[in-house]
């Protein structure tokens, strides 16, 4: 068995047959299993002390879980979160490619947006959209003009305060994956013949997005909790629901307890997604366990074992000395 | 038309800040001819080519391939700086291969070779598709059309590096230095793709420190030390009774090392 004896497999097939066998050494699993244990133990106590205090109703969470409104609150947080997310990937790689361009003025323009940005809160940025219309009346041009109360709505004021600031970071993770990319491969890419926008979107980024998305991810899961914030402008996601329901019934708890729930579902939701896009984009790159030399010789006689289980026999002989 | 030269370069200078790479270079390339450019490293071998492609401007003389003037182009008859488009346009036209192979690792070596056919040129994906088969077959790799560079040794890279950079049929390839990456034993592999490339009537000029190719294969070498040509002519002449005491030095250094 693999989980058993993980060690045994490919030490066989290295050295030809079963003449030999590694056998499992016992210390660490004991110590996985009994540390587990504990753990489980604590985790099953502080579970009792809050349902055996009888205080929480849980028809109440059950009630409101999915009711309507809820579900509004939830489909406003994931169109926050979305339209923020895709405004930021394009926002950021424009600025990105402005902060490594050799023109000084995009440069700055895209150095200043950061500062600004990264560098103030976001709540003070979403109050701040909610309340333009103070020095801002009215937006227009030429004749035709709109008061800009009847633009900024709550969910407007949300969209634009979380899109802006997550460009911001989403940025800085952009160029960090462009900057990650040789560059060798946009040499490679002018030599035959590409433009500088087209090497950019058919040959940088797709090798970047490997190197981007596991900060992106964690920018976007952090985006869904942050879109939270907005509820202080009155907009009806999914805290914002949830609290307004509790001002009418003061259950507090409970529909904490239900926006927690609303969260971590769609936290996993993303958190899975994320993982199959990992994989998606790690295509032509060999997975962990062949790492070392990418000159491993693939033209080999049948009958002499490969160089990645020489390795991986040369590993086990460290690891089990 | 015909006597025209592939490349021909005058008094080229170039450098970076203060730092003088290239200086008073002079060089012909004519059609289907084989030129080596031999020469310690820093010398600015590199930097001649990239310039030859115009991915590094120049900064006095004059570099034509074939009727144009890199970096210029024809208005009129003014020569006025060239548009990203043109250079883009020209570069197409040229194949280059480098010493670190430098292939797309997310694209298959059919992929990778039908790049530029697919990204550039905006061939069919059946048109693209066939003649990158065909170069497989012509670099020996037929059976690799699936395989990601990561799956690849040095020399099979180098191949698939070397069928991309002729897949749009350029008249002119520029090699730059596309064995010293490599074990010892795959060299030969790759070498004998470009002798292919040099018989089928194709010019080239190849950066390498190989001098037992180059006196097999070239038509040309030139031996350049700090910027300068120092000593050009017939493989034998510079290679095998070179004149100038630095092209000696510099033979004797590649003659130990290789033994
Ligand atoms: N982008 C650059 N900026 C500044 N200096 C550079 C740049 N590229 C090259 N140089 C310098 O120009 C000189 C020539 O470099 P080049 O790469 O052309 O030499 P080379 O003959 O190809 O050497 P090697 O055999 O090591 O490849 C070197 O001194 C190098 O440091
Ligand atoms: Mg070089």
């Known amino acids: 068995m693999a989980i058993l004896d993980p060690v045994a497999e490919p030490a066989m097939n290295a050295r030809g047959g079963a003449s030999r066998v590694i056998h499992a050494r016992l210390a660490p699993r004991l110590f996985t299993a009994s540390s587990a244990a504990v753990v489980l133990l604590i985790l099953a106590g502080a579970v009792y002390l809050v349902v055996s205090s009888g205080r929480l109703r849980w028809a109440v969470i059950g009630e409101y879980i999915f009711s309507t409104v809820m579900l509004n609150g939830v489909k406003t947080t994931l169109t926050i979160t979305l339209v923020s997310l895709i405004t930021s990937i394009v926002l950021g790689t424009l600025l990105a490619t402005m902060r490594m361009s050799k023109n000084f003025i995009l440069k700055a323009i895209a150095s200043g947006y950061i500062w600004f940005f990264r560098g103030t809160p976001v709540i003070v940025q979403v109050v701040f959209w909610f309340n333009i219309a103070l020095f801002l009346p009215k937006v227009g041009f030429g004749d035709w003009t709109v008061s800009t109360n009847v633009i900024v709505t709550p969910m407007n004021a949300a969209l634009l305060a979380m899109s802006l600031n997550v460009s911001a970071f989403m940025c800085e993770v952009i160029r960090g994956g462009l900057l990650a990319v040789d560059r060798g491969q946009t040499e490679a890419a002018m030599s035959i013949g590409m433009r500088p926008a087209n090497i950019l979107l058919r040959i940088v980024l797709p090798q970047a997005v490997r190197v981007i998305l596991p900060p992106a991810g964690n920018l976007a899961i952090d985006l869904l909790k942050a879109t939270s914030l907005v509820y202080v402008i009155g907009t009806k996601e999914i805290l914002g629901t949830a609290t307004s329901i509790a001002g009418q019934n003061f259950y507090v708890i409970e529909l904490l307890i239900v926006a927690c729930c609303w969260y971590l579902i769609l936290v996993t939701i993303a958190s899975y997604l994320q993982g199959k896009l990992e994989k998606r984009f790690s295509r032509g790159y060999a997975p962990a366990s062949t790492k070392g030399k990418k000159t491993a010789a693939p033209t080999q006689a049948p009958d002499t074992p490969s160089a990645n289980q020489l390795e991986s026999a040369t590993e086990i002989e460290e690891a089990t000395s | ?259």
Not at chain 2, 8 to 24: P, Q, T
Not at chain 2, 185 to 203: F, Q, T, Y
Not at chain 2, 218 to 244: L, Q, T
Request: glycine content about 10%; some cysteine; aromatic content about 6%.
């Open chain 2, 1 to 259: 038309m015909t006597t025209q030269p592939m490349v021909r370069i005058h008094d080229l200078k170039k450098a970076f800040g203060h730092h003088v790479v290239l200086e008073g270079v002079d060089m012909e390339v004519s059609r289907g001819e084989v030129v080596f450019v031999i020469g310690p490293s820093g010398s600015g071998k590199s930097t001649l080519l990239r310039c030859i492609n115009g991915l590094e401007p120049y900064d006095g003389g004059e570099i034509w391939v074939g009727d144009y003037l890199v970096g210029a182009e024809l208005h009129g008859d003014r020569w006025v700086e060239a548009s990203p488009k043109v250079a883009a346009q020209r570069r197409s036209r040229i194949g280059m291969v480098f010493q670190r192979f430098d292939l797309f690792p997310n694209m298959t070596a059919l992929e990778n070779i039908t790049a530029g056919l697919r990204l550039v040129h905006h061939q069919s994906p059946k048109e693209a598709e066939a003649r990158g088969r065909e170069l497989l077959e012509r670099v020996g790799l037929s059976e690799r059309a699936d395989s990601y560079p990561g799956q690849l040794s040095g020399g099979q890279q180098q191949r698939i590096a070397i069928a991309r950079a002729i897949a749009a049929k350029p008249n002119l390839v520029l090699f730059d230095e596309p064995t010293s990456a490599l074990d010892p034993e795959l060299v030969g592999e790759v070498l004998d793709v470009i002798r292919d490339l040099a018989e089928s009537g194709m010019s080239l000029i190849v950066v390498t420190h190989e001098i037992h190719f180059a006196l097999d294969v070239a038509d040309v070498v030139y031996f350049v030390d700090g910027g300068r040509v120092v000593e050009s002519g017939s493989p034998e002449s510079v290679i095998k009774n070179p004149r100038h005491e630095r092209t000696i030095s510099f033979l004797q250094r590649i003659n130990r090392e290789s033994l």
